[in-house]
C-alpha cells in the first residue's frame, strides 16, 4: 500500500469538500480498496499507486472546476468518476507513466503518444534528440524524467543548457550580474522546475549546485559524470557548440537534446547544429530519436492550429 497526500491551498473547505465532507465521500465510495480521508486541508489517500494516480486525476480535475467555477458539486464529482470508468484500460493500470508527482500533489506524466515515446527513448538509451514545435512537452518530459531520477538516486544531479539566443529581438544590455543577465532566457527551465520540485527544496539543489542551469558557453572543459544533462533550444546551436557539448558526456550520464528546427534564430547564413547534428548522428547505435508534432501539443488549443497554419504556409511558399 502507498499512501499520497495532497494539500489543498486557496481553497474554501466547504465548497470543495461539500457538506459534511460529501464530496470526499462520493470519490471513496467509488474506490472502495482505496482509503480516502479528508482532515482538514490534506486529503490523504492510501492504496495501489494505480488507484492513486486515478484518485489524484479526478482531484485535479476537481480543483480545476473550483479555481473556474468556486464550488464543487455532488454532479460534477459523479460525473468525473464516470469520466474515469469510461476512460478504460489504458488509465488504470500504468503507475510507472507517472514520473514525478509536484509540489501539489499534482501528476506529471506523458500526455500523447510521442510523449511516451520519449520517455521509452530516454530509459533506453544514453542520449536522445527530441525534435518537435513549441508546446508539445520535449522540454517538460525531459525536465520531468531527470527530477525523477534524482529523487530515486539514480543521479548526482542535473545539469540544464541552452545558447543564450534572441528570439528574433536585440534585447541590448542587460543590467545585473551574470546569474541576472542569462535568467531571462533559462526561464522556461525554472518553469518546469517549478511544478516538480518545491521552493524550498528547489533553492537547496541550487544552493548545492545539484541542479545547475547555465548558459552552454559553460560547459566547455567540463565531464558530466552520474548526471543528466539536457540541452534546450538546441536548433539555436553552431556545429562546434553542439559537437562540444555532446562530448562533455561522462560515465554513468544521460543527454537529452531538444529543439525545434522550424524556429532557428542564428543569424541566416549560420548553419543549425542541432540540423547537422540529426544527419551525422542519426545511424549511429544507442542514440535516440524522437519526433513529435502539432498532435502532440498540450498548450492552449489554438497553438495546434498555428502551427498547422504556418506549416501549411511554408509548404505553399516552397511549392
Not at 489543498?8 to 480516502?36: H, Y
Not at 525534435?131 to 531520477?149: D, E
Not at 546551436?237 to 559537437?243: A, G, L, R, S
Not at 550520464?253 to 534564430?265: F, L
Amino acid at each position: 500500500m502507498v499512501e499520497k497526500v495532497i494539500t489543498l491551498e486557496n481553497v474554501s473547505l466547504i465548497d470543495f469538500l461539500g457538506i459534511e465532507n460529501q464530496n470526499i465521500k462520493d470519490l471513496a465510495s467509488a474506490f472502495p480498496a482505496t482509503k480516502i480521508v479528508s482532515r482538514g486541508n490534506e486529503i490523504r489517500i492510501n492504496g495501489t499507486s494505480a488507484e492513486i494516480l486515478r484518485v489524484n486525476d479526478i482531484l485535479n480535475s476537481l480543483l480545476l472546476h473550483y479555481h473556474k467555477f468556486g464550488k464543487i458539486s455532488s454532479e460534477q464529482v459523479q460525473r468525473l468518476i464516470k469520466q474515469d470508468v469510461l476512460s478504460g484500460s489504458d488509465e488504470q493500470g500504468n503507475p510507472e507513466e507517472m514520473l514525478v508527482y509536484g509540489p501539489k500533489g499534482v501528476a506529471i506524466k506523458p500526455k500523447t503518444a510521442n510523449q511516451q515515446k520519449l520517455v521509452r527513448a530516454i530509459q533506453e538509451n544514453d542520449l536522445v534528440f527530441a525534435l518537435g514545435p513549441a508546446g508539445t512537452g520535449k522540454t517538460y518530459i525531459s525536465v520531468a524524467m531527470a527530477v525523477r531520477a534524482l529523487k530515486n538516486k539514480e543521479i548526482k544531479k542535473i545539469i540544464v543548457t541552452r545558447p543564450a539566443v534572441e528570439a528574433g529581438e536585440n534585447l541590448g544590455f542587460l543590467p545585473g550580474d551574470l546569474k541576472e543577465k542569462i535568467d531571462p532566457y533559462l526561464r522556461p527551465i525554472y518553469d518546469a522546475l517549478d511544478d516538480m520540485l518545491p521552493p524550498e527544496k528547489l533553492r537547496f539543489y541550487q544552493e548545492n549546485r545539484v541542479i545547475e542551469i547555465a548558459p552552454l558557453a559553460y560547459m566547455r572543459g567540463r565531464t558530466l559524470h552520474h548526471a543528466y544533462i539536457l540541452l534546450d533550444e538546441a536548433q539555436n546551436t553552431t556545429p562546434m557548440q553542439i559537437k562540444m557539448f555532446l562530448t562533455r558526456m561522462g560515465p554513468m550520464s544521460k543527454v537529452i537534446v531538444t529543439g525545434d528546427t522550424t524556429q532557428i534564430d542564428l543569424p541566416k547564413k549560420q548553419k543549425s547544429g542541432l540540423v547537422e547534428a540529426v544527419q551525422i548522428l542519426r545511424d549511429v547505435k544507442g542514440i535516440g530519436f524522437v519526433e513529435l508534432d502539432a498532435s502532440d501539443v498540450v498548450r492552449h488549443r489554438l497553438v495546434k492550429d498555428i502551427i498547422k497554419a504556418y506549416d501549411q504556409y511554408e509548404q505553399q511558399n516552397n511549392d
